[in-house]
T-cell receptor
Framework: GENVEQHPSTLSVQEGDSAVIKCTYSDSASNYFPWYKQELGKGPQLIIDIRSNVGEKKDQRIAVTLNKTAKHFSLHITETQPEDSAVYFCASNSGAGSYQLTFGKGTKLSVIP | DAGVTQSPTHLIKTRGQHVTLRCSPISGHKSVSWYQQVLGQGPQFIFQYYEKEERGRGNFPDRFSARQFPNYSSELNVNALLLGDSALYLC??????????FGPGTRLTVL
């Protein structure tokens, strides 16, 4: 089955700096890669996603890049703010046409004011 | 519009008991997925239902079952609870694909 590796497990940045979280996946047939933000005591919130026919996608301060050849994708957050502090999860759809997501183990991002 | 709702919020059970968790999807969403999230880990896929049919099942024992109703709400049932079933159970709704919008979860504690 699909395996998703996520790094780093923890990340501390100064407010205003950029943060980058990286994930690799194993199934070359995977074609959907969402990123979720989970705050304490809440369910995961979809913040951005990318499909395999696109190399990069941006939404304000958040961007995701995908390298299908290397089977890795990354989340980039610019101009970080304290409210960006949370656990971030990457996921992939476990192969084309699959209805399940396989998640990474998460990255705890701390933005220091 | 209301997001995905789940009930109850918290639940405490003892080993061997049975539990039923409920999920109401976003209006217009016909797919509901269930995930188990153990503390410190990413969510793990249990089931997906679409139009009341099971479309996918993760690597969970037969003690776990689910169903989807005509109004697209869903129930997750777990029989013969084990200590290891203690987790946050998440429901996600979507139009039909993987993932989607997650609810706040039900925190299950098995003693």
């Amino acid at each position: 089955g699909e395996n998703v590796e996520q790094h780093p497990s923890t990340l501390s940045v100064q407010e205003g700096d950029s943060a980058v979280i990286k994930c690799t996946y194993s199934d070359s047939a995977s074609n959907y890669f969402p990123w979720y933000k989970q705050e304490l005591g809440k369910g995961p919130q979809l913040i951005i996603d990318i499909r395999s026919n696109v190399g990069e996608k941006k939404d304000q301060r958040i961007a995701v890049t995908l390298n299908k050849t290397a089977k890795h994708f990354s989340l980039h957050i610019t101009e970080t703010q304290p409210e960006d502090s949370a656990v971030y999860f990457c996921a992939s759809n476990s192969g084309a046409g699959s209805y399940q997501l396989t998640f990474g183990k998460g990255t705890k991002l701390s933005v220091i004011p | 519009d209301a997001g995905v709702t789940q009930s109850p919020t918290h639940l405490i059970k003892t080993r061997g008991q049975h539990v039923t968790l409920r999920c109401s999807p976003i209006s217009g969403h016909k797919s509901v997925s269930w995930y188990q999230q153990v503390l410190g880990q990413g969510p793990q896929f249990i089931f997906q239902y679409y139009e009341k049919e099971e479309r996918g099942r993760g690597n969970f024992p037969d003690r776990f079952s689910a169903r989807q109703f005509p109004n697209y709400s869903s129930e997750l049932n777990v029989n013969a609870l084990l200590l290891g079933d203690s987790a946050l159970y998440l429901c996600a709704s979507s139009l039909q694909g993987a993932g989607g919008n997650f609810g706040p979860g039900t925190r299950l504690t098995v003693l």
